[in-house]
């Protein structure tokens, strides 16, 4: 029986794009502090990771294909949050940023990791950014780590290796 499992350490020459929104800053900066250190933590040199910013949430999408197309990363991270408020617009946004980076790393095959907080609270944002919930971008972040292992051990024809 042959397995295939990612590790949680950098793969030779691999780049990583952080890339983060804007809005709701005092939490994105957090997320964004979070996943450089994992990233640093398991070998990934500071020279392999790129930090991109994009006005907000919903625009990540786009950002994160373009990112994707280049060719230059194993792995994009995208760090947002979006915080319930009193209208519908939170659920547009995170309904649309969750699909739209998902459909992004099924079209170009490179991890493209949701690393978006989806909170009701700012509360509950800020113990997801490093406080009682841990660091969430973090979590996206070794996520990406171990997905550009995990494909780089696949076969990218169908056959065997």
Same mark, same amino acid.
């Given at each position: 029986?042959?397995?295939?499992q990612g590790q949680l350490i950098a793969? =030779?020459?691999?780049?990583? =794009? ?5 809005? @709701?800053?005092?939490? !994105?900066?957090?997320?964004?502090g979070g996943a450089i250190d994992a990233?640093?933590?398991?070998? %990934? ?5 790129? %930090? ?9 999408? %786009? ?15 995208? *760090? ?6 009193? !209208?519908?617009?939170? +659920? ?13 790393? *099924? ?8 690393? %978006?907080? !989806?909170?009701?609270? *700012?509360? +509950?944002?800020?113990?997801? =950014?490093? #406080?009682?919930?841990? @660091?969430?971008? #973090?979590?996206?972040? !070794? =996520?990406?780590?171990?997905? #550009? @292992? ?5 076969? #990218? ?5």
């Amino acid at each position: 029986m042959k397995q295939y499992q990612g590790q949680l350490i950098a793969p =030779a020459g691999a780049k990583f =794009a952080l890339l983060v929104s804007r809005f @709701n800053e005092f939490i !994105t900066s957090k997320l964004l502090g979070g996943a450089i250190d994992a990233l640093t933590r398991h070998g %990934v040199s500071e020279d392999d990771i790129e %930090v991109v910013w994009a006005p907000g949430s919903f625009e990540i999408p %786009v950002v994160a294909a373009r990112l994707a197309q280049s060719g230059r990363y194993a792995g994009v991270v995208c *760090l947002g949050a979006v915080i319930r408020g009193g !209208t519908d617009h939170y +659920q547009y946004v995170a309904a649309e940023v969750s699909k739209g980076i998902s459909v992004v790393a *099924l079209r170009s095959g490179v991890p493209c990791i949701m690393g %978006v907080l !989806t909170c009701d609270t *700012l509360e +509950q944002a800020v113990d997801r =950014a490093g #406080a009682k919930s841990g @660091n969430k971008g #973090a979590e996206a972040a !070794t =996520a990406a780590l171990e997905m #550009a @292992n995990l494909l780089r051990q696949l076969p #990218a024809d169908g056959g065997e290796s």
